[in-house]
């Protein structure tokens, strides 16, 4: 168990590492549980880009859901 533990640390802290600056910092707000539009209005950024990069971090941590996105940051964080 602890092998296979190990290797899904490693894979979430490889997929977050594909993350520009900006991708991680909406994905921050995300898990916070943040809205699109307040993402935007503290990133100074617009609604459109806040929902472009939540794509793109989706797809860049290969999350189907939320929970998915959440895991694999909680699992990266404990890589660390």
């Given at each position: 168990y602890a092998r296979f533990?190990?290797?899904?640390?490693k894979i979430a802290a490889a997929r977050m590492a594909q993350l520009s600056p900006r991708e991680r910092e909406v994905l921050e707000r995300?898990?916070?549980?943040?809205?699109?539009?307040t993402i935007a209005a503290e990133l100074g950024i617009s609604?459109?880009?806040v929902e472009i990069h939540r794509k793109r971090v989706m797809e860049k941590l290969q999350?189907?859901?939320?929970?998915d996105l959440i895991?694999?940051?909680a699992l990266a964080n404990d890589a660390e």
């Open positions: 533990e190990a290797a899904g640390l995300i898990a916070l549980g943040r809205y699109n539009k609604v459109s880009t999350a189907e859901s939320l929970s895991r694999t940051l």
